[in-house]
């Protein structure tokens, strides 16, 4: 059965870093594609970054240069370093898989995690 | 970036109401949306992507239509188990987008 389970949100202060991760069971991460969607009442659902099998990644501008995916093999877990946080930044943040079934599409996500809150405040 | 815009945002309906909800995106994104099922405190559930491919294990009451810019979600049949909020979402180009959701309640 897959399984994602993330850990590692939190309250932080505006500026401060925070390492998000997602513990995956049931697939490997490295032969994934994987993602991180965060939201927000008000602004809603946003894709913030992906991360191939082939290790290709892709950020939303938002937290381009801010934000860091990737991923430990050995663990079996996504990571999400997010640096010089934002109030903006504040959200639930979802990690999500592309594959279902040994088949991968990018952009159909078929697996979420419950997701882990980050509020940015002083 | 590609913009989706969902329509209407509120729905209130009974069980048994056919139910359309529609996305229109701001460029061509070919077939490339999917739809989402989200419930208070939930992840979202996958419903169907490819703009009409039903996902597995979710019921035939649900169906996807559309291409190009106009997309349309349809309950034929709305059980007490979907009043939920829908989401659409592009996968045509980065960034991925979705739209602002459609809260359906119980009327």
């Known amino acids: 059965e897959v399984q994602l389970v993330e850990s590692g949100g939190g309250l932080v202060q505006p500026g401060g870093s925070l390492r998000l991760s997602c513990a995956a069971s049931?697939?490997?991460?490295?032969?994934?594609?994987m993602s991180w969607v965060r939201q927000t009442p008000g602004k809603g659902l946003e894709w913030v970054s992906v991360?191939?099998?082939?290790?290709?990644?892709y950020y939303a501008d938002s937290v381009k240069g801010r934000f860091t995916i990737s991923r430990d093999n050995s663990n079996n877990t996504l990571h999400l370093q997010m640096n010089s946080l934002r109030a903006e930044d504040t959200a639930v943040y979802y990690c999500?898989?592309?594959?279902?079934?040994?088949?991968?599409?990018?952009?159909?996500?078929?697996?979420w995690g419950q997701g882990t809150l980050v509020t940015v405040s002083s | 970036d590609i913009q989706l815009t969902q329509s209407p945002s509120t729905l209130s309906a009974s069980v048994g109401d056919r139910v359309t909800i529609t996305c229109r995106a701001s460029?061509?994104?070919?077939?490339?949306l999917a739809w989402y099922q989200q419930k208070p405190g939930k992840a979202p559930k996958l419903l169907i992507y490819?703009?009409?491919s039903l996902q597995s294990g979710v019921p035939s009451r649900f169906s996807g239509s559309g291409s190009g810019t106009e997309f349309t979600l349809t309950i034929s049949s709305l059980q007490p188990d979907d009043f939920a909020t829908y989401y659409c979402?592009?996968?045509?180009?980065?960034?991925?987008?979705f739209g602002q959701g459609t809260k359906v309640e119980i009327k």
């Open positions: 999500a898989s592309y594959c279902s079934g040994g088949s991968c599409y990018s952009g159909v996500i078929h697996y």
């Open positions: 049931g697939f490997s991460v490295s032969t994934n594609y």
């Open positions: 991360i191939y099998s082939g290790g290709s990644t």
């Open positions: 460029q061509t994104i070919s077939s490339s």
């Open positions: 490819h703009a009409s």
């Open positions: 979402q592009q996968y045509n180009s980065y960034p991925y987008t």
